[in-house]
C-alpha cells in the first residue's frame, strides 16, 4: 500500500509561494500595449496631428539621458556625461525640440506636472537646468505645475538644492538601490550613507515634501539580513515613499550587466522571500502598499491616491496623476494620447540631427485600436485597484488561464468582475497578463517576482 504525500506550498510573510505561477516573465505595463509592441518607423505625422488634437489639462516628462557614472545594472537610455559639449549639444536640442512641440498645441493646453528623469537630471549643471524650466516657462501655458525629478545622491551638489527651491520642484526620487557596501560594488554604484542623508537634508530644506528611494533586491550577495538593514536605514531616514524592485538580470539586452557575477544572484525562492519580507517589513514600518512593490506614507499623495481609487499607471510607474496625456520631451522619451504612443528617437546623436532639420522626433510607437484600450483598463484597474469589470467575450477566452489563480485563492469571480485577494500581490501582473493579447510571442521580460 502506497501512500502519496502531498507538499504543501510554503508561506513566506503571508505570501504563499507558487513557483510555477511565476515561470513566466511578465512586463511591468507601465503602459499597454507595453513597449515591446512598439513598431520602428517614422511617427513624425501621427505625432504631429495627436498633438494639435490636445485639450485641456497636459503633464509633461523630460528626459536627460545622461550620468557621472553608469551602474552595471541600469537598463535606462543613458550614457556617461564625461563630455561638456555633448551636453550642451543635447540640451541645445532639447531646447529646440520643446519649441517644436509646443507649436503644434492648441491654446487651450494648459501644463498641470512637469517630471524630469533620466538618467540623472542632475547630470547637468544646475544652471542649465534653471533654464530649461526658462525655456519651458516661454514655451508652454504653465497652471501651477507640480514639478519633481530623479536625482543621483553621488553627484547632488550644494547649488542643485538652490535651483530646486527657487524653481519650486515638491517631489523628488533619489536612486539608492541599496545600503549595503559590499552589495554596491558588485553593482558597480557605490555610495556611502552619508550620501543620501545630505541630499535628503538639502532636499527638506529646499521645500521638497515627498522623497522616494529606488531600493533593488535580488542583488548579488544580497539577503535577507542585508535588504532588511537597507529598508531600516531608509525608513530612519524619513523616505516618503519606497520603490522596491527587483532586479532583472538581462545581460543579452543589457550588456553592461555582464559585469555583474551572475554566480552570486539569489535564486527564484530568495527573490519571492525578500520581496515577502521587504513588503511585511515596509507595511510593519507604517507605509501604506502601492501595488505589488511601491509603498508610500499615509498623507503622501500616492497613498491617498490609492484609498481613494484614483491610482493610474504611466511611464512612470504609479501616479496620482489623473490627465490624460503625457507628452514625452527628449531623446527615448515617450508621449502618451489616448489612442497612441509614440516614442523619440532613441539615440542621442540622431536626435539632435532631427531637431536640427525642425523635424518632431517621434520614431517608433502603436497606435492603439479599442480592443486595446479595453484591456489596458482593466490592466490597470487589476493593478491600481484590485479588480475590474471583464466583458464576457474577454471572460470567456480567458477563463481558463485564470483558473490557476482562482483555485489557489488569489483571485475571485463575482459575475463579470475580478477581484484580486489577500496575498495576491506578488502575482497581481501574471493574473494583468491573461488579458495581454500580445504575450505569445519570444519577447522578453523581466521575472514576475
Known amino acids: 500500500m502506497s501512500f ?69 545594472y541600469c537598463g535606462c537610455n543613458t550614457g556617461a556625461a564625461n ?37 540623472s537630471p542632475n547630470a547637468i549643471k544646475p544652471t542649465d537646468f534653471v533654464r530649461l524650466v526658462d525655456r519651458l516657462t516661454l514655451n508652454f501655458r504653465l497652471d501651477r505645475p ?25 517631489k523628488a526620487s533619489l536612486g539608492v538601490q541599496t545600503l549595503d557596501p559590499r552589495v554596491q560594488a558588485a553593482i558597480g554604484r557605490v555610495q556611502p550613507r552619508d550620501h543620501i542623508e545630505r541630499a535628503v537634508d538639502g532636499l527638506r530644506r529646499a521645500g521638497v515634501n515627498s522623497i522616494n528611494f529606488d531600493l533593488m533586491y535580488g542583488l548579488p550577495f544580497q539577503d535577507d539580513a542585508v535588504l532588511a538593514d537597507t529598508l531600516d536605514q531608509s525608513v530612519a531616514m524619513g523616505a516618503d515613499r519606497i520603490a522596491l524592485f527587483g532586479y532583472a538580470h538581462v545581460p543579452a539586452m543589457i550588456p553592461r550587466q555582464k559585469r555583474i557575477d551572475v554566480s552570486q544572484l539569489p535564486d527564484q525562492r530568495a527573490r519571492f522571500r525578500m520581496a515577502a519580507q521587504g513588503y511585511a517589513r515596509l507595511v510593519d514600518a507604517g507605509y501604506s502598499p502601492i501595488g505589488f512593490d511601491h509603498f508610500a506614507l499615509p498623507n503622501d499623495d500616492l497613498a491617498r491616491a490609492t484609498a481613494n481609487g484614483t491610482l493610474r499607471r504611466n511611464f512612470q510607474g504609479f501616479t496620482d496623476d489623473q490627465v490624460p496625456v503625457l507628452i514625452g520631451l527628449g531623446a527615448s522619451s515617450i508621449s502618451e494620447f489616448p489612442d497612441l504612443f509614440v516614442q523619440n528617437e532613441k539615440n542621442a546623436g540622431r536626435y539632435r540631427m532631427l531637431t536640427g532639420a525642425d523635424q518632431l522626433t517621434g520614431r517608433k510607437g502603436v497606435a492603439r485600436s479599442a480592443d486595446d484600450r479595453r484591456r489596458s483598463a482593466i490592466i490597470t484597474d487589476l493593478l491600481c485597484r484590485g479588480r475590474a469589470t471583464i466583458d464576457a467575450d474577454l471572460l470567456a477566452t480567458h477563463r481558463a488561464r485564470l483558473m490557476p489563480f ?7 469571480l463575482d459575475g463579470d468582475t475580478l477581484c484580486l485577494l489577500e496575498g495576491n500581490e506578488p502575482y497581481a501582473r501574471s493574473v494583468a497578463s491573461v488579458f495581454d493579447a500580445y504575450r505569445g510571442g519570444p519577447k522578453q521580460f523581466s521575472s514576475a517576482v
Open 83 to 119: 563630455k561638456t559639449q555633448r551636453l550642451s549639444a543635447y540640451l541645445e536640442a532639447l531646447h529646440h525640440e520643446i519649441e517644436l512641440v509646443a507649436r503644434n498645441l492648441d491654446p487651450s493646453v494648459r501644463i498641470s506636472r512637469i517630471a524630469f528623469g533620466g538618467g
Open 146 to 170: 507640480v514639478l519633481s525629478i530623479e536625482l543621483d545622491p553621488r553627484s547632488l551638489a550644494p547649488d542643485w538644492f538652490m535651483a530646486l527651491r527657487g524653481i519650486g520642484v515638491i
Open 406 to 412: 482562482i483555485e489557489r485563492g488569489l483571485a475571485r
Open 4 to 72: 502519496e504525500m502531498k507538499i504543501q506550498p510554503e508561506t513566506i510573510a503571508d505570501w504563499t509561494y507558487y513557483p510555477e505561477l511565476l515561470e513566466r516573465p511578465v512586463p511591468r505595463y507601465t503602459s499597454y500595449p507595453t513597449a515591446a509592441e512598439f513598431v520602428e518607423e517614422s511617427f513624425e505625422q501621427r505625432q504631429r496631428e495627436a498633438l494639435r488634437a490636445v485639450r485641456g489639462s497636459v503633464s509633461l516628462y523630460l528626459h536627460i539621458p545622461y550620468c557621472q557614472e553608469i551602474c552595471w
